[in-house]
């Protein structure tokens, strides 16, 4: 979305009218951010506020690469630029210039528009789009999907969404499976090649808590302690610095606690001790979540909304079983994915009330 505002700057007293649009935000933010560099987007194209010529990554081809950068180099708009979407590749010359040229009217007709209009007021309501989050299950199903295709190494969609060296090295494995390399060695290659980009004891990483609704939180960051490579376990440890609650044992917290969290990829709960900084326990907070995923920078997991607590005296309590049935009316959670939960809420009690 594109409209014009009115900005009263700290060392001008005086309202100034500027152009801002709407910027694209990750899931979950919770509020939109406002840009003065313009962006016009197309199917093919997007028009951009710096006068330079670039190529969507995905293009990998180098004699593409070329002709799309010869090509926008001859249509590039006087202090503006273009960038070629990966749509772009297959499209003729013809048809991606008629693009151009129709975003270059677009983008005249929205600063004529906003000469003749007072701020507020909109001038573009441009296009919708949705972010959805697929936790692992959902990402291993698409690995299916696509192995009936085409060749897919195992955790593809995980991978790509690590970030791009870790993309990268995943699409050159997949161009070795498709020319008939041993699967085993391709995949043992791969995981030596990206090894690294992982955390290891010492690292600092986030953990990232996706509520059912969108919302991101990050818990903070967090030591890891210890890890185990056989049984993909590890032991993360934070260090609180504010007083307040502990959500749900009600037990306060203080500066100087200290968290101790067990969890192992892609299990559906984990759990986190408190202690004081003496040392002393203050209870267990187990949370009931999509499978464990560790990236790069850190955990991440869509949150179930039940939880388990254990308070030092022994006492043990589920909490928040009928968010499951209110999520599911809202329709952020389907009915089976409930009984799953559920599942995994009575399996774990279970366990606990054990001798």
Request: with cysteine.
């Amino acid at each position: 979305m594109l409209g014009k505002i009115a900005d009263k700057e700290l060392l001008n007293p005086e309202l100034k009218q500027i152009l801002v649009q709407v910027d694209r935000r990750r899931m979950g933010a919770k509020k939109p951010i406002l840009t003065t560099a313009i962006k016009i987007p197309g199917r093919y194209a997007v028009l951009l506020p710096e006068h330079l010529v670039k190529v969507s990554q995905k293009i990998r081809d180098p004699k593409v690469r070329f002709r799309l950068q010869k090509l926008g180099e001859k249509l590039i708009p006087p202090d503006w630029g273009i960038l070629w979407r990966t749509a772009a590749a297959r499209q003729s010359d013809e048809i991606l210039r008629e693009e151009v040229i129709r975003l270059a009217g677009e983008r005249r007709a929205i600063v004529e528009q906003a000469e003749r209009v007072e701020a507020p007021a909109t001038l573009w309501e441009g296009r919708s789009f949705l972010n959805v989050e697929f936790p692992a299950l959902s990402k291993m199903k698409l690995d299916e999907l696509r192995r009936c295709v085409v060749p897919t190494m195992e955790g593809h969609h995980y991978y790509k969404a690590c970030g791009r060296r870790i993309s990268l090295a995943l699409d050159m494995a997949e161009r070795l499976l498709e020319k008939d390399y041993p699967p085993a060695k391709v995949k043992d290659i791969f995981k030596q090649t990206v090894e690294a980009e992982f955390p290891t004891v010492g690292s600092v990483i986030s953990m990232e808590h996706v509520k059912l609704d969108g919302k991101v939180l990050d818990l903070g960051e967090a030591l890891v302690e210890a890890f185990n490579h056989d049984q993909s376990s590890f032991q993360l440890s934070r260090v609180f610095e504010k007083e307040g609650i502990y959500d749900g044992l009600g037990t306060p917290k203080d500066p100087g606690d200290r968290a101790i969290t067990k969890a192992r990829v892609g299990d559906w709960h984990f759990e986190t001790q408190y202690f004081s900084k003496e040392g002393e326990y203050k209870g267990t907070y187990i949370n009931l979540n999509t499978p464990i995923e560790l990236y790069p920078h850190g955990i991440r997991y869509v949150d179930l909304e039940v939880d388990i607590c254990i308070w030092p005296n022994g006492a043990v309590r589920k909490l928040d079983e009928e968010k499951l049935e209110e999520a599911k009316a809202e329709r952020l959670i389907t009915e089976e994915l409930v009984k799953t939960a559920k599942n995994k809420l009575r399996d774990l009690m279970e366990n606990l009330h054990s001798p």
